[in-house]
């Protein structure tokens, strides 16, 4: 299978391939420490990785168009730390908002980002309500896998509050990367004070700021300790169904009432 790379065709082949209900498929990641044992591209690997899959597997039948992932995005939770590259929210939306009226060029009227960072997700949000506002995209925010502060799940033994560097990003990391994960250096760092609280909490109905460091020297929210290559295969199979499943009702979605 090959990837449908919109970068690969020319300007005059893009006007021709694409038509309203094609799908451009962005993926967001983020260049962000993630403990000793993991490098600063997780979630942009992660991101692109995924999104490759799923426009090779699923893209003909889809119409999806793969574009260049965007790798520095809103990281200031790990800003304390070397090897993080962040922009600011303010500088982000602009960002997205000028790729939304590029792609106004096209012949496309369907944009979906591919979400591989945590704190992309509420611009992100608020960019695609932005772009339909502006520019009449049919806009979209597709999370591989959810992170537990997302309404996700994470692994007993986490407390349900892995979200960064731990069991499940390790894994996956060891499975689509593994020469990029040391193992000798991944810990067990999970906030179990926050067990103590109902409603503030990941996931809980009660939001907080918080920077990694908060919860630990190495900024790991998580126990990496515990991942394996076979868990990261499982969980790469479970998010291509997903992704597979997802476009298939970004490419047909349409909210107004049938006539």
Same mark, same amino acid.
């Not at 692109?48 to 574009?67: I, K, N, P, T």
């Not at 772009?131 to 407390?159: C, K, N, V």
């Given at each position: 299978?090959?990837?449908?790379?919109?970068?690969?065709?020319?300007?005059?082949?893009?006007?021709?391939?694409?038509?309203?209900?094609?799908?451009?498929?962005?993926?967001?990641?983020?260049?962000?420490?993630?403990?000793?044992?993991?490098?600063?591209?997780?979630?942009? *690997?992660?991101?692109?990785?995924?999104?490759?899959?799923?426009?090779?597997?699923? &893209?003909?039948?889809?119409?999806?168009?793969?574009?260049?992932?965007?790798?520095?995005?809103?990281?200031?939770?790990?800003?304390?730390?070397?090897?993080?590259?962040?922009?600011?929210?303010?500088?982000?939306?602009?960002?997205?908002?000028?790729?939304?009226?590029?792609?106004?060029?096209?012949?496309?009227?369907?944009?979906?980002?591919?979400?591989?960072?945590?704190?992309?997700?509420?611009?992100?949000?608020?960019?695609?309500?932005?772009?339909? *506002?502006?520019? &009449?995209?049919?806009?979209?925010?597709?999370? /591989?896998?959810? /992170?537990?502060?997302?309404?996700?799940?994470?692994?007993?033994?986490?407390?349900?509050? &892995?979200?960064? +560097?731990?069991?499940?990003?390790?894994?996956?990391?060891?499975?689509?990367? =593994?020469?990029?994960?040391?193992?000798?250096?991944?810990?067990?760092?999970?906030?179990?004070?926050?067990?103590?609280?109902?409603?503030?909490?990941? +996931?809980? %109905?009660? %939001?907080? +700021?918080?920077? %990694?460091?908060?919860?630990?020297?190495?900024?790991?929210?998580?126990?990496?300790?515990?991942?394996?290559?076979?868990?990261?295969?499982?969980?790469?199979?479970?998010?291509?169904?997903?992704?597979?499943?997802?476009?298939?009702?970004?490419? $047909?979605?349409? =909210? &107004?009432?049938? $006539?």
């Amino acid at each position: 299978m090959t990837v449908r790379l919109l970068t690969e065709l020319t300007a005059p082949a893009i006007a021709d391939a694409l038509g309203p209900d094609s799908v451009l498929v962005l993926p967001t990641g983020a260049i962000e420490q993630h403990g000793p044992h993991l490098p600063v591209a997780t979630d942009l *690997i992660t991101a692109q990785s995924m999104a490759e899959r799923a426009v090779a597997e699923f &893209g003909e039948e889809l119409d999806l168009w793969l574009l260049p992932p965007l790798a520095y995005t809103k990281s200031n939770e790990h800003h304390w730390s070397c090897g993080t590259f962040w922009l600011s929210a303010q500088t982000l939306m602009s960002v997205l908002h000028d790729l939304g009226s590029s792609i106004t060029k096209t012949p496309a009227r369907r944009l979906a980002f591919v979400n591989g960072h945590g704190g992309n997700s509420a611009l992100l949000q608020v960019a695609a309500r932005d772009l339909r *506002i502006a520019h &009449g995209l049919r806009t979209f925010t597709l999370h /591989p896998s959810l /992170p537990a502060d997302h309404g996700g799940q994470s692994p007993e033994g986490e407390l349900g509050l &892995g979200i960064h +560097g731990g069991h499940e990003e390790t894994s996956l990391m060891l499975h689509l990367r =593994p020469e990029l994960v040391d193992m000798d250096k991944a810990q067990r760092w999970v906030p179990e004070q926050l067990t103590e609280y109902r409603h503030v909490r990941f +996931g809980g %109905s009660v %939001s907080f +700021g918080w920077t %990694s460091d908060d919860f630990g020297p190495d900024g790991v929210i998580g126990d990496a300790s515990t991942a394996t290559a076979e868990h990261g295969k499982e969980k790469a199979e479970a998010m291509l169904t997903y992704l597979g499943e997802a476009f298939a009702e970004v490419a $047909r979605f349409d =909210p &107004g009432p049938r $006539r």
